[in-house]
């Protein structure tokens, strides 16, 4: 199963870069220009980039650029007041750029098997 990122939030993105290419295309390039075409790179990223894939094995992490992956074996995971652990260090997955929907199915798998010891 796949974790994507909010789309609502790679919408605001793609809107704030709309606006800074907007104002630099009509103020001459600048630093702005770089500025709005790294936001859009970044937002283009969100929307066609999962944040994290669950198997029936690991939770793999994807970076939002390149290949970098962080894995954490699925027997592990649990869940305390909220936030995913992997024994006893804490998974950084930013719950609040996660598809809401994505991460009520990751709760709701990993409250749906038998708690580990």
Known sequence: MKIRYSI???LAM?????????????????VNTLTGVL????AI???????????EKELTLF????????RYPADQLRLVDGRLY?????????????????WRALLQRLQ???PSA
């Open 45 to 55: 990223g969100f929307m066609v980039r999962p944040m994290a894939e669950l198997t």
């Open 86 to 102: 992997s024994g006893d260090k804490k998974v950084r997955l930013a719950v609040w750029a996660a598809n809401k929907d994505d």
């Open 8 to 10: 609502g939030f790679a």
């Open 63 to 70: 970076a939002l650029v390149g290949p970098i992956k962080k």
């Open 39 to 42: 936001i859009l790179g970044a």
């Open 14 to 30: 793609l809107i704030c870069s709309a606006f800074v290419l907007g104002t630099s295309l009509l103020t001459g390039p600048s």
């Open 112 to 114: 749906g098997r038998a």
